[in-house]
């Protein structure tokens, strides 16, 4: 066993992630598991059709307080904060005056007065850095409680079940996107359904220094070491389950190059809520058309199309692939990309210029994989 | 600890060649495979083609990351391992048989020199993975 690199910064998990075999990589300066020994197949396979553990403790927290702390993030986020009740939570955008992207965020919403934003690991002093910059004498209390927290998302049709064991809380009860503040174990915990896999699941967000109890009595709820029981997942599973289901990732399919509309988030921006940052750009766009959108699409013949490669059309480089990867699950080479308007419909062929070979593709439609509702277990 | 049969040649890119003859077949090494993870895709040159010693003959895939294969002499392609298209999965269950890659004829047996041993590429694993 190799002893974490001393520059990289490491979750609360880091030395059970290496007791259990993780292999460990940089992962935007955190030292994170890439895949344990089962395999990334595997990972990803268990998680469709039994649970698949996932820390993700390295994601970022900032807790919002205040009178203005919804008027604030409202002004900030392209989503509308005040549609959201106690309990609930949403996907959002923190946005430039271009309508483009600086995070992609969940805006949890404790109370009238209380928010707590979930960002990318990658990007969370950006944010903390961004939010501060453009307050403008509101009252708002923020603070950066990133470090105080784990965060261990279960995942897959026997989470409900797993984490069920362990909890008072009626987990039946809280809707997608809702949460409950409730204890797992005994530990006080943020209890979330809402994931980034494309199955039903939770996210437990508690305090850090319990991390390790709750990883450890989730995989012993959850039969760990059994051929149907919990496996835990590393980053690369994660990438492909989120991949499979058409979920945007920062720094991939949007970043400050993108906006909302090109990258068919449309969903999260709402125009007529007030004014926010970025509003006037995203209102130009949506009533000029975009020039070019973020599609889905398959390899058509033998290949597999990956990250940063281009989009060919009638031997024109017309575009770019954001993700690329096989699809473990569907058995498929998919991928998402940015295509000029024109093209952005289903059934358009392209090729994709793979290391020099060029390999034929189509646009289809996504997400690529939809879970079958009531599929959970009791 | 990786596999490492005695009877091999190895090159530092994690190729290995069994020599019969004047025809060299070519693979992966159990640590390469393992470091890959599951591998989806290999793709592999024509019969008939030729490389220089520790050219890029064809590619491995897993569902993470690309790793090119190298030949470790030079030599012409007499047989290609059709198999793997459709069984990649060969790659890591079977790395020094059922999922050799290419057979060369081998240009020049002097290139096996360069080549490290089984003891010497253990040797080099250990090293490398410090």
């Known amino acids: ?28 300066g955190w030292d994170m598991p890439v895949q344990y ?8 396979l268990r998680t469709r059709t039994r649970t698949g553990l996932f820390d993700v403790s390295h994601m970022g927290e900032i807790d919002v307080r205040g009178a203005d702390a919804i008027p604030f993030i409202n ?57 501060n910059e453009h307050l403008t004498g509101e009252a708002v209390e923020l603070k950066n409680v990133s470090a105080d927290y784990c965060q261990i998302a279960l995942q897959g049709p026997d989470a409900l079940g797993i984490l069920q064991q362990l909890t008072a809380t009626p987990l039946a009860e809280i809707k997608y996107y809702h949460f409950r503040n409730g204890e797992v174990d005994g530990v006080p915990s943020i209890i979330s359904r809402t994931g980034y896999t494309g199955e039903d699941g939770f996210e437990v967000y508690a305090a850090a220094d319990q991390a390790e109890r709750l990883w450890n009595r989730i995989l012993d709820a959850g039969q760990y070491d059994t051929p149907e029981g919990v496996v835990p997942c590393g980053l690369a599973a994660r990438n492909t389950l989120r991949l499979e289901s058409a979920m945007a990732l920062y720094g991939h399919e949007i970043d400050e ?40 699409f398959e390899v058509t013949e033998r290949g597999i199309a990956r990250d940063e490669q281009d989009v060919l059309i009638d031997g024109a480089r017309v575009g770019r692939v954001t993700s ?31 290391r020099g070979r060029l390999v034929g593709a189509r646009v ?6 939809k879970r079958e509702r009531g599929a959970t277990k009791p | 600890m990786a596999n490492v049969p005695e009877n091999l040649h190895y ?34 040159p024509k019969v008939g083609e030729s490389f220089a010693a520790h050219e890029a003959f064809g590619s491995v895939e897993s569902v993470k990351a690309v790793s090119e294969l190298f030949v470790p002499v030079s030599g012409e392609v007499l047989e290609v391992n059709e198999s793997l298209q459709d069984e990649p999965e060969k790659v890591n269950a079977d790395p020094y048989g059922g999922a050799w890659m290419i057979r060369l004829r081998v240009g020049a047996k002097g290139e096996l020199d360069s080549l490290l041993s089984a003891a010497e590429y253990e040797d080099y694993l250990s090293t490398e993975t410090e």
């Open chain 2, 11 to 44: 090159s530092k890119d994690h190729e290995w060649i069994r020599v019969e003859g004047d025809t060299g077949t070519i693979g992966i090494t159990d640590h390469a495979q393992n470091s890959l993870g599951d591998v989806v895709y290999v793709e592999l």
């Open chain 1, 37 to 44: 020994p089962l395999g990334t197949v595997e990972e990803h």
């Open chain 1, 257 to 296: 190059t993108t906006t909302l509309f090109e990258a068919n988030l449309g969903w999260i921006c709402k125009l007529n809520k007030g004014d926010f940052t970025g509003r006037e750009a995203l209102a130009r766009q949506k009533a000029e058309g975009v020039k070019r959108r973020l599609v889905g």
């Open chain 1, 1 to 28: 066993m190799t002893a974490s690199p001393s520059h990289l910064k490491q979750t609360p998990l880091n030395a059970a992630h290496r007791r259990m075999g993780g292999r460990m990589v940089d992962f935007g």
């Open chain 1, 364 to 369: 289809v439609a996504t997400p690529f994989y």
């Open chain 1, 75 to 131: 002004r900030l986020c392209s989503n509308d904060v005040t549609k959201l009740v106690d309990g609930q939570a949403h996907y959002s955008a923190l946005t430039t005056p271009a309508g483009t992207v600086v995070d992609d965020l969940l805006v949890y919403r404790f109370g009238p007065e209380h928010l707590m934003l979930v960002v990318n690991a990658s990007t969370t002093e950006k944010d903390w850095d961004w939010i």
């Open chain 1, 324 to 354: 690329g990867s096989p699809a473990p699950y569907l058995k498929k080479n998919i991928g998402l990309a940015y295509v000029p308007a024109e093209y952005a419909h289903e059934g358009q062929q392209f090729e994709i210029d793979v």
